[in-house]
């Protein structure tokens, strides 16, 4: 038993001996040049491409610093406080509340008030306008 295990040692040694005097022997992979597809140029210089990414902050009930996407300037916003549906909605609700003890007038109140209103804020200097407020 020991005969033939000595006999598939040898064996093995004489493969991994094979294996390395042909791994020896072979040439190395030219080297790697980027070919254009559409074309069949070879490409050598490839431009960097520079990109400029501007993240937009939340807008918030008070005026903020901003890059004006319009006009490119750094500015403060202007917030205008708009009438919307919520709006609408509420002094509806308080009118259908009071209008069995004729106090309707309540109904007034969403719209003096700046809570119930929509801010929307536009740049100062081109008057574009930038968007809502976010609530979170």
């Given at each position: 038993m020991s005969n033939r295990n000595e006999r598939t040692i040898e064996n093995r040694h004489e493969a991994v001996e094979e294996n390395q005097d042909q791994i020896g022997n072979v040439e190395p992979p030219p080297p790697y040049t980027p070919v254009d597809t559409l074309y069949g140029r070879v490409i050598t210089n490839q431009p960097?491409?520079?990109?400029?990414?501007?993240?937009?902050?939340?807008?918030?009930?008070?005026?903020?610093?901003i890059d004006c996407p319009s006009c490119h300037k750094r500015s403060m916003t202007n917030v205008v406080f708009a009438n919307s549906q919520k709006t609408h909605m509420i002094a509806g609700f308080i009118c259908g509340l009071t209008m069995w003890c004729m106090l309707c007038c309540l109904a007034?109140?969403?719209?003096?008030?700046?809570?119930?209103?929509?801010?929307?804020?536009?740049?100062?200097?081109?008057?574009?306008?930038?968007?809502?407020?976010?609530?979170?």
């Open positions: 960097v491409i520079h990109q400029t990414i501007i993240v937009q902050q939340s807008l918030k009930d008070e005026p903020v610093l007034a109140l969403p719209y003096t008030l700046k809570t119930f209103k929509k801010p929307e804020h536009y740049c100062s200097h081109c008057n574009y306008y930038l968007g809502p407020a976010s609530k979170f």
